[in-house]
Structure formats: C-alpha cells, structure tokens
C-alpha cells in the first residue's frame, strides 16, 4: 500500500487512480489531471522516480499514460508522446509480482497501455509507420498473435480485456486516416464484437462501450456510409450525455459536424460543448 500525502486523500491508490480515470471521462479534465499528479507525487516520494515493485511501478506507469490521454484527446499528441514513453520505461523492466491472481498482470496491462498510447500518438503526428509497428508489438504482448480474441476464454477486464479493446480503437484509427478504411471498419467491427464478448464475462464501463461505437460510426463514415454512420453517431451522442460522458458526446457531435449532417440545434450544442470543455481544462488545440 503506498501512503499518500495529498490533503484529504486517503484511498487506496488504485481507488484514485479509477476515480481520476473516471473524472476524465466526464470531461473533467483540470480535476483528473490534478489527481493523477498528486497520485503520481506520492508513489515517487515513497518509491523514487522509478519504482522496482511492480506494484508502484505499474501505478506510476498508468498514472503518466492516463495523463498521456488526457492530453491527446485535446489533439495534443506532441505532448502525450513523451509522457507514454515514460510510462512505458517505467515497467519495461519489471517482473510481475509473484504469486499474483491467474490471468492478472498490471504490469503486462501498464506496459500494453504505454505501447497503445505510443501508437496513438504516432498515429496523430501522422507517422503511420511507426504507429503501425508499436501496435504489433502491443498485440504480441497481449496475447498469442494468432489467438482470436472474441472466442478467447474469459480475462480480466482491468488488466487485458480493456487494454485488447483499445488496441482495437488504435488499430481502426490507423487504418481510417492511413487511407485503408476496410482495415479500419474490420478492426471497429472487431471491436464491436469483443465488447459483446466481454460483456458476457465483465462489468464494461459504459464509456467504453460508446467509445466502441463512436469509432464504428467514423469507420463507417470512412467507407462512404454516411447514413448509418450518422444514425450510429447521434445514438452515442444520446448514450454519452445519459452517462454523462461529455468528451464522448463532444465526438459524436463533432463526427456529424464534419460530415456536414448535424441539425442547428446539433451545431449549437457541439460549440457549447467545446467551451464547457475548455472551462474543464480540456487542452484543446486553437483549432480544435
């Protein structure tokens, strides 16, 4: 257990961690990333810049690779770039724990979760390449290269299953804006199907869930089908704003103003959104 020294925080770190995940995911940006640095601040000043248990030391990875994000989806892909590779050094040399649950590596899911975010982040700097390698050895550590993952036998949702199916997200983005928009639909189909998969098996957050059908909806878009791609996005802006995922609703609305679909009252809330989102401390780029 790390002991923290931020006032008034006395969860156990993992706690913290999740609940900064979760803020982000309501689009309260200035508070997740707050946490995460105060969280960050306490594993280092119990355990040193780079923790050799695996414990702090997948933390502290999780903790600069959620920044990371957090930061990309603001279109800041200079910045999340090294923060992911951080993260991913500070667990490239460490052993699981041992005697640690079947099936549960936070280790193997910090250093996946790095690798994803690199790939991501190579993705938007438009270095395909690049992006395209690191995905391949994410996979290769997530599971046997061949293994099919929709009929693969149940895993862990925090430490694999959540980390397959961001790799799928990545892996349909390259493929959309690297010009092989059927590899992009194969992978967010592949996508859709695993959440199904998990579902039967796992408590999916719901924003994962509409984070899969948001990438669906722009791969259709990228294969020329904007009818369904514009019916499937305004079905996630719906499920985002019931859950309160604001940064999901944002895309979706952003999906439909790009594929000059979006009603006026559409517009107006994709505008008001962007500035409720900037006041949350979303690091948008200006023309973002």
Not at 125 to 135: D, E, I, K
Not at 176 to 198: C, F
């Amino acid at each position: 257990m790390i002991k923290t020294t931020s006032q008034g925080l006395d969860m156990a770190p993992e706690l913290r961690w999740k609940a900064a995940v979760e803020a982000g995911g309501r689009g309260e940006y200035a508070a997740a990333l707050t946490e995460l640095a105060r969280l960050g601040e306490d594993v280092r000043s119990a355990h040193g810049s780079m923790p050799r248990g695996p414990g702090a030391a997948a933390l502290l990875s999780l903790c600069r690779s959620t920044t990371a994000s957090l930061l990309r989806q603001g279109g800041r892909h200079d910045l999340s770039l090294g923060l992911d590779g951080l993260a991913f050094a500070t667990v490239a040399g460490i052993d699981p724990a041992p005697g640690g649950e079947a099936g549960v590596d936070p280790v193997r899911a910090a250093r996946a979760d790095a690798l994803i975010g690199l790939a991501a982040d190579n993705l938007g700097l438009l270095r395909f390449g690049a992006s395209a390698r690191v995905l391949d050895r994410a996979r290769s550590l997530l599971s046997d290269p061949a293994e099919d993952w929709v009929s693969a036998p149940p895993v862990d949702w925090p430490t694999h299953g959540r980390c397959r199916l961001r790799w799928e997200w990545v892996s349909a983005e390259l493929g959309l804006y690297s010009g092989d928009v059927a590899a992009g639909l194969a992978h967010a189909e592949a996508g859709d199907l695993l959440v199904r998969h998990l579902t039967d098996t796992s408590d999916v957050p719901a924003r994962h869930r509409v984070k899969t059908s948001l990438i669906h909806a722009a791969a259709l878009a990228g294969v020329g089908e904007v009818e369904a791609s514009a019916a499937r996005a305004r079905n996630v802006v719906v499920d985002a704003g019931e859950h309160g995922l604001l940064p999901l609703e944002w895309a979706g609305l952003s999906l439909l103003t790009g594929m000059v679909a979006a009603s006026d009252s559409e517009e107006k809330r994709h505008r008001d959104l962007r500035a409720t989102l900037i006041g949350k401390g979303m690091a948008l780029m200006p023309e973002g």
